[in-house]
């Protein structure tokens, strides 16, 4: 295995994010080639490629695609998810302000296979600057006839609107995002109808991850070959890792799926010098966490659902010796609490009482029985709730129960920051403060 | 003082509503025009957004309340937001926070009263090979350390230029929030340097001479 640069591999020129930098490197030929072919051969090359969503869920793309029924007399939309904000998760944002290009290409690309004429890129509010980029992006495509009516000689015609979320995480979820977009609170709708039939406006609708989307301009270019030739045989090609935490150098790594996460580590310089390896996460703080025995698993869909995790967003956060896992994990439920949209009530009132549970231990007053009672309430928000926050609310605390029991019933007694004082994980030095 | 919704803002919030099929979809961004015009989301920038949308002020207070961005207090000058999240926090976030929070003797959704900053514990940034990370009036501030969260504080004081380290050079949080509602601020080019972060896996994989299978287009 090995790195792969693609999508970054025009990262380090001169303004890599203008529309001259990215076509003078062989930007927009995806989409010349793909207008040249029909509607559905795009779809089979992406169908055929084996591309999967990198948003976390790991649909395969070309097959998501393929759900939107044709000659309908509806209107088709395209609605790309770039409201990155799963805690760990730091791809689509750096990918979209050093090459936005590629994303507005893709958004193009797959518009004229699912017979779109009008997409929408979702982005979180708080990135004023990727919105900046990706607006300018769609600005300087239309000004060079690649949006807008009839493009390219042909009679297909394209309109993308960038639109700017204002701070929810749950408007992640693929029919909160919908509902969001349509000037609603962002709560998760029931599925079915899934998106593809009755989607934004009730109409066919695809919902795509920012990084599933940029990934397409390259694979119709080259081929569904070239891109099955990275990666395995159920996770083909090519991903944004992103590594964080107590590493080295913490960064975006772009490889072939199917690169075990010891030698990504090794990428990023191993693990903060004169400290060891705690536990890691492979894809965000929705999926579960796995320690130093779990290292040479190959980054890939199926090798970390057998692990019982998953790879979600591929952006592992690293932690080492000097973390309490009662900490992390009890920052997340606050997260979790604080996100939950409040439609499911085992989601909005499980996630309160979690938090008031495990401020106990953060304190080192947690009652033994206590951890039956987390473990319960997980159980009882697992699957009860519409959408997959729920689950994800459910997920941290079991998962670290499994490897740091000891470290729970130690905080029964004793508060986690005198076991572990908090200035020993700081990136930067710190007096001691008590 | 809360400044009035005036006639032009009325048109903007209408072409903002033109850009949708239907016109609903542009409550965010006419919401964050509104936040740019008034510092906040008041009763009578609900009314107004109810106006343009033919819609009910309740039905518009019910999505304004939604969403964490949307203030329904007077935003300072300065939107300042700490990321606490589990890997910030504990990079040294946490930190951060105190150091803020006790320097301009404000906590959570706080304004100081020279009403120069609004402080916020924020959730994740997206930022975390950065970490930890800061932000004003939303831009990036990686890599942060407590010294220069003092040194930032004081520049934001004394009205000396402060440049993101991954975006525009600050003005004020009604500035990024005229950029949410869809207005183009020109700043785009702003901000050149890519974050070493961003680079790391595109260095090793040179200095390796390692390289994705032949094609092209990239």
Same mark, same amino acid.
């Given at each position: 295995?090995?790195?792969?640069?693609?999508?970054?591999?025009?990262?380090?020129? +001169?303004?890599?994010?203008?529309?001259?930098?990215?076509?003078?490197?062989?930007? #927009?030929?995806?989409?010349?080639?793909?207008?040249?072919?029909a509607?559905?051969e795009?779809?089979?090359?992406?169908?055929?490629?084996?591309?999967r969503?990198?948003?976390?869920?790991?649909?395969?793309?070309?097959?998501?695609?393929?759900?939107? +029924?044709?000659?309908?007399?509806?209107?088709?939309?395209?609605?790309?998810?770039?409201?990155?904000?799963?805690?760990?998760?730091c791809?689509?944002?750096?990918?979209?302000?050093?090459?936005?290009?590629a994303l507005?290409e893709?958004?193009?690309? /797959?518009?004229?296979?699912?017979?779109?004429?009008?997409?929408?890129i979702?982005?979180?509010?708080?990135?004023?600057?990727?919105i900046?980029?990706?607006?300018?992006?769609?600005?300087?495509?239309?000004a060079?006839?690649l949006?807008?009516?009839?493009?390219?000689?042909?009679?297909?015609s394209?309109?993308?609107?960038?639109?700017?979320g204002?701070?929810?995480?749950i408007?992640?979820?693929e029919?909160?995002?919908?509902?969001?977009?349509?000037?609603?609170?962002?709560?998760?709708?029931?599925?079915?109808?899934?998106?593809?039939?009755?989607?934004?406006?009730?109409?066919?609708?695809?919902?795509?991850?920012?990084?599933?989307?940029?990934?397409? $301009?390259?694979?119709?270019?080259?081929?569904?070959?070239?891109?099955?030739?990275?990666?395995t045989?159920?996770?083909?090609?090519?991903k944004?890792? /992103?590594?964080?935490?107590?590493?080295?150098?913490?960064?975006?790594?772009?490889?072939?799926?199917?690169?075990?996460?010891?030698?990504?580590?090794?990428?990023?310089?191993?693990?903060?010098?004169?400290?060891?390896?705690?536990?890691?996460?492979?894809?965000?703080?929705?999926?579960?966490?796995?320690?130093?025995?779990?290292?040479?698993?190959?980054?890939?869909?199926?090798?970390?659902?057998?692990?019982?995790?998953?790879?979600g967003t591929?952006?592992?956060?690293?932690?080492?010796?000097?973390?309490?896992?009662?900490?992390?994990?009890?920052?997340?439920?606050?997260?979790?609490?604080?996100?939950s949209?409040g439609?499911?009530?085992?989601?909005?009132?499980?996630?309160?009482?979690?938090?008031?549970?495990?401020?106990?231990?953060?304190?080192?007053?947690?009652?033994?029985?206590?951890?039956?009672?987390?473990?319960?309430?997980?159980?009882?928000?697992?699957?009860?709730?519409?959408?997959?926050?729920?689950?994800?609310?459910?997920?941290?605390? +079991?998962?670290a129960?499994?490897y740091?029991?000891?470290?729970?019933?130690?905080?029964?007694?004793?508060?986690?920051?005198?076991?572990f004082?908090?200035e020993k994980?700081h990136?930067?030095?710190?007096?001691?403060?008590? | 003082?809360?400044?009035?919704?005036?006639?032009?803002?009325?048109?903007?919030?209408?072409?903002?509503?033109?850009?949708? $099929?239907?016109?609903?979809?542009?409550l965010?961004?006419?919401l964050? #025009?509104?936040?740019?015009?008034?510092?906040?989301?008041?009763?009578?920038?609900?009314?107004?957004?109810?106006?343009?949308?033919?819609?009910? +002020?309740?039905?518009?207070?019910?999505?304004?309340?939604? #969403?964490?961005?949307?203030?329904?207090?007077?935003?300072?000058?300065?939107?300042?937001?700490?990321?606490?999240?589990?890997?910030?926090?504990?990079?040294?976030?946490?930190?951060?926070?105190?150091?803020?929070?006790?320097t301009?003797?404000?906590g959570?959704d706080?304004?100081?009263?020279?009403?120069?900053?609004?402080?916020?514990?924020i959730?994740c940034?997206?930022?975390c090979?950065?970490?930890?990370?800061?932000?004003?009036?939303?831009?990036?501030?990686?890599?942060?350390?407590?010294?220069?969260?003092?040194?930032?504080?004081?520049?934001?004081?004394?009205?000396?230029?402060?440049?993101?380290?991954?975006?525009?050079?600050?003005?004020?949080?009604?500035?990024?929030?005229?950029?949410?509602?869809?207005?183009?601020?020109?700043?785009?080019?702003?901000?050149?340097?890519?974050?070493?972060?961003?680079?790391?896996?595109?260095?090793?994989?040179?200095?390796?001479?390692?390289?994705?299978?032949?094609?092209?287009?990239?």
């Amino acid at each position: 295995m090995a790195l792969t640069p693609i999508l970054t591999a025009n990262w380090d020129k +001169p303004k890599s994010w203008t529309f001259d930098t990215y076509t003078a490197t062989g930007g #927009y030929q995806g989409l010349k080639k793909a207008l040249k072919m029909a509607p559905d051969e795009v779809i089979n090359i992406v169908k055929d490629s084996g591309l999967r969503g990198r948003g976390g869920a790991g649909f395969p793309t070309g097959l998501k695609w393929s759900f939107v +029924p044709q000659n309908d007399g509806k209107p088709h939309y395209l609605v790309v998810n770039a409201d990155e904000s799963e805690p760990g998760a730091c791809k689509d944002i750096p990918l979209m302000l050093a090459n936005p290009h590629a994303l507005v290409e893709g958004v193009i690309i /797959a518009s004229y296979a699912i017979r779109a004429k009008e997409a929408f890129i979702y982005i979180r509010g708080e990135v004023p600057h990727v919105i900046r980029r990706v607006s300018d992006a769609v600005e300087q495509a239309k000004a060079n006839g690649l949006i807008g009516k009839n493009i390219l000689g042909t009679d297909f015609s394209i309109n993308i609107v960038v639109h700017a979320g204002a701070g929810a995480y749950i408007c992640g979820e693929e029919t909160a995002l919908l509902d969001s977009l349509e000037g609603r609170r962002g709560q998760p709708r029931l599925k079915p109808p899934f998106p593809a039939v009755a989607g934004l406006y009730a109409s066919p609708t695809v919902i795509n991850n920012a990084e599933t989307i940029a990934a397409v $301009p390259v694979i119709v270019l080259n081929g569904a070959d070239w891109h099955k030739s990275m990666g395995t045989e159920k996770s083909p090609g090519f991903k944004l890792f /992103a590594l964080s935490g107590h590493v080295e150098r913490p960064g975006i790594y772009e490889a072939a799926l199917g690169t075990p996460f010891s030698e990504l580590l090794e990428y990023a310089g191993g693990v903060r010098k004169g400290h060891k390896l705690k536990f890691w996460i492979p894809g965000g703080s929705s999926v579960p966490m796995l320690t130093p025995e779990h290292v040479d698993i190959p980054m890939t869909y199926e090798d970390l659902q057998a692990a019982g995790t998953m790879l979600g967003t591929g952006t592992p956060m690293i932690f080492d010796e000097t973390v309490s896992v009662v900490r992390a994990v009890s920052r997340w439920i606050e997260f979790y609490k604080h996100e939950s949209c409040g439609k499911c009530t085992p989601c909005r009132e499980g996630t309160g009482w979690m938090v008031g549970l495990l401020e106990k231990f953060e304190h080192g007053e947690g009652k033994h029985a206590d951890l039956d009672l987390l473990h319960d309430i997980s159980a009882q928000i697992a699957g009860r709730s519409f959408c997959a926050l729920g689950d994800a609310a459910a997920t941290p605390f +079991p998962a670290a129960m499994k490897y740091f029991k000891d470290e729970f019933e130690q905080a029964e007694t004793i508060a986690p920051h005198t076991v572990f004082p908090f200035e020993k994980s700081h990136k930067f030095e710190t007096a001691s403060v008590s | 003082m809360i400044a009035p919704i005036t006639e032009t803002d009325f048109k903007q919030l209408d072409q903002l509503a033109k850009k949708y $099929p239907e016109r609903r979809s542009a409550l965010l961004p006419m919401l964050h #025009y509104v936040q740019s015009v008034q510092g906040q989301i008041s009763p009578a920038g609900i009314s107004a957004c109810a106006n343009v949308l033919d819609l009910t +002020p309740a039905e518009v207070a019910a999505v304004a309340t939604f #969403y964490t961005m949307f203030k329904r207090f007077p935003l300072g000058k300065h939107h300042i937001g700490v990321c606490t999240n589990s890997l910030c926090a504990i990079l040294g976030g946490d930190e951060l926070w105190r150091e803020l929070s006790e320097t301009l003797g404000v906590g959570h959704d706080e304004t100081t009263e020279d009403r120069m900053f609004t402080l916020e514990r924020i959730e994740c940034q997206a930022a975390c090979t950065m970490a930890p990370v800061l932000t004003v009036n939303w831009e990036f501030f990686d890599n942060m350390t407590p010294n220069k969260v003092r040194e930032l504080i004081e520049k934001l004081k004394s009205g000396a230029p402060v440049q993101s380290t991954r975006g525009a050079v600050i003005t004020s949080i009604a500035d990024t929030e005229r950029v949410l509602a869809g207005f183009n601020d020109g700043k785009s080019e702003e901000g050149e340097a890519i974050d070493d972060a961003m680079l790391a896996g595109l260095q090793v994989a040179k200095a390796r001479g390692m390289r994705a299978p032949r094609g092209e287009g990239f």
